[in-house]
T-cell receptor, first 114, second 118 residues
Framework: AQKVTQAQTEISVVEKEDVTLDCVYE???????LFWYKQPPSGELVFLIRRNSFDEQNEISGRYSWNFQKSTSSFNFTITASQVVDSAVYFCALRGTGRRALTFGSGTRLQVQP | GAVVSQHPSWVICKSGTSVKIECRSLDFQATTMFWYRQFPKQSLMLMATSNEGSKATYEQGVEKDKFLINHASLTLSTLTVTSAHPEDSSFYIC??????????????FGPGTRLTVL
């Protein structure tokens, strides 16, 4: 069975603060794929990143960075210098080898106050 | 990224009627599409996997006779909620699998359809 846990239900920060969203996953597959999606108030899911289990290199894309730690089964997401436009619900998701659908975490609602 | 559209974006219907939701991959061919359901302030739950040219695969607990899925072409999948009831009110989101090599495929999501059954 696969499981994704996002323990932080809601986070509120002030603009320009850094914020880290936690994601812990469980899977028996040796090869798997991790994702982060953003869901703004409009509802549409926006793809942010995909990480393969065999690639533990951390990634930075502008103000976004991801820390993949296979040893702790975590795939955390950090936003540096947060902005109001970052306010959204962020979902971490997992896809195993034999399954094409995604298993989503419960999501973390981020509110960035001006 | 790849573009997936959904139509309609919202629909209000009376109890007992059927509602069809379309999901299209606009700039790529998707042999596999997925239908998810999201209740307010909750996560996305997979309802079914739609495969072009074959029957959909439903998740446990999802009534296949109530949620009819048709994937007639490589760019279109439809979800029909038959005899809708208020408890079917939800946000329905489709995604299309953008193919890649050796597991690098990514799912792109449609904008969602908000269904309200009165």
């Amino acid at each position: 069975a696969q499981k994704v846990t996002q323990a932080q239900t809601e986070i509120s920060v002030v603009e320009k603060e850094d914020v880290t969203l936690d994601c812990v996953y469980e899977t028996r597959d040796t090869t798997y794929y991790l994702f982060w999606y953003k869901q703004p108030p409009s509802g549409e899911l926006v793809f942010l990143i995909r990480r393969n289990s065999f690639d533990e290199q951390n990634e930075i894309s502008g103000r976004y960075s991801w820390n993949f730690q296979k040893s702790t089964s975590s795939f955390n997401f950090t936003i540096t210098a947060s902005q109001v436009v970052d306010s959204a619900v962020y979902f971490c998701a997992l896809r195993g080898t034999g399954r094409r659908a995604l298993t989503f975490g419960s999501g973390t609602r981020l509110q960035v106050q001006p | 990224g790849a573009v997936v559209s959904q139509h309609p974006s919202w629909v209000i219907c009376k109890s007992g009627t059927s509602v069809k939701i379309e999901c299209r991959s606009l700039d790529f061919q998707a042999t596999t599409m997925f239908w998810y359901r999201q209740f307010p302030k909750q996560s996305l739950m997979l309802m079914a996997t739609s495969n072009e040219g074959s029957k959909a695969t439903y998740e446990q607990g999802v009534e296949k006779d109530k949620f009819l899925i048709n994937h007639a072409s490589l760019t279109l999948s439809t979800l029909t909620v038959t005899s809708a009831h208020p408890e079917d009110s939800s946000f329905y989101i489709c995604s299309a699998r953008f193919p890649g090599t050796r597991g690098t495929d990514t799912q792109y999501f449609g904008p969602g359809t908000r269904l309200t059954v009165l």
